[in-house]
């Protein structure tokens, strides 16, 4: 009820902003000055969307971005991250957008590169060669997976080893990011004593069947049909988190090995989970990156520096209406205003 609510009220905050002619005039600068750059991750049909254990703010329904693709194609200019930055001294006449996805997912190579090809699109996927072809790939989903099977929810402060009568908030989204503020190590002690409480380990998620990566065969025919893949570090730690040396590896390992897959040069790079500082950016250089994206919400201009370049997350309740319809006023709302 509490999601519907704050739905509705975005929706009818979108037509007001599109009525006062706000979006116009934010569609009017971004056109003028930068490039909006997207953050997307997965697409699922509506059968697996019903039954994801991935985040709703990672995942769209595949009839919601045909329907967004679609749209974008004929109002805005989609552009090509494999040409490099793009050329500020151009004045567009519509909005230019980038579509970027993190992780590798196998469902860019099931149903992004159909849809791509559909609408003559192109689209950046940022991929981790030490997780190819793997299922339940990512912690964030083992959790979900386990904490959907939890008896009961006081259990959950044993696993972060609290007394039970802790304030500690215990949605799963609290959970995951609490997860992702702790230690690598203590995070998986943490995971290992949820599989216990729970009696099992990870499912294999068989109502989820695109809850895996790509093989380096489906990266290679993106590749083939006009997707740039870019490095998204070997193995998707949080860098701020392990030893300069341990980034350092992970940076370089991960571009040579897209390079000897590929054929090509890889160039681009996205900060897992966005996080980074000064240290991290600086093996971004020396590891032979030119341009890395980040998490922080904003458009790409030309006084952005080219290893902290801004993206706006994408997920299906920003683009859709309070009944899950596709709607161009969240479209334009999510993308301009909040650039």
């Not at 704050?6 to 934010?26: C, D, E, P």
């Not at 254990?53 to 200019?77: H, N, Y």
């Not at 490095?231 to 980034?247: C, F, G, K, M, Y």
Request: net charge neutral.
């Amino acid at each position: 009820m509490i999601r519907k609510l704050k739905a509705w009220l975005f929706y009818q905050r979108s037509r007001v902003f599109r009525a006062t002619g706000l979006l116009w005039l934010a569609k009017r600068r971004i056109a003028k000055k930068g490039v909006v750059v997207l953050t997307l991750h997965r697409i699922l049909p509506d059968d697996e969307f019903a039954h994801t254990s991935s985040l709703p703010g990672i995942v769209v329904r595949q009839g919601t971005f045909e329907r967004f693709m679609a749209w974008a194609s004929q109002k805005c200019d989609i552009i090509d991250l494999g040409k490099g930055a793009p050329s500020w001294d151009v004045s567009a006449q519509r909005p230019r957008i980038a579509l970027t996805f993190d992780d590798g997912w196998l469902d860019n190579h099931q149903i992004l590169r159909t849809i791509a090809v559909r609408h003559s699109a192109t689209a950046t996927v940022f991929v981790c060669p030490g997780l190819m072809g793997r299922r339940v790939p990512f912690w964030p989903e083992r959790v979900i997976s386990l904490l959907k099977r939890l008896p009961e929810k006081s259990q959950i402060h044993e696993i972060f080893e609290e007394p039970r009568d802790s304030d500690g908030a215990d949605s799963v989204q609290n959970i995951i990011e609490r997860l992702k503020a702790t230690a690598p190590d203590a995070r998986e002690k943490c995971i290992e004593r949820l599989e216990k409480l729970t009696m099992r380990a990870t499912d294999d998620c068989s109502e989820e069947p695109l809850n895996c990566t790509m093989t380096w065969e489906q990266v290679q025919d993106l590749q083939q049909n006009g997707i740039t893949l870019g490095s998204h570090t070997v193995t998707h730690p949080i860098l701020t988190q392990i030893p300069v040396e341990a980034v350092r590896d992970e940076l370089i390992e991960s571009r040579l090995e897209i390079e000897k897959r590929l054929g090509a040069a890889c160039e681009m790079f996205a900060y897992p989970n966005g996080n980074n500082n000064e240290e991290v950016r600086e093996c971004a250089v020396a590891a032979g990156y030119s341009i890395a994206f980040t998490t922080e919400q904003g458009c790409w201009t030309r006084a952005s520096e080219l290893l902290r370049v801004p993206r706006i997350n994408i997920s299906d309740q920003k683009l859709t209406d309070a009944s899950g319809r596709f709607s161009p006023a969240m479209a334009e709302y999510a993308l301009f205003w909040h650039s």
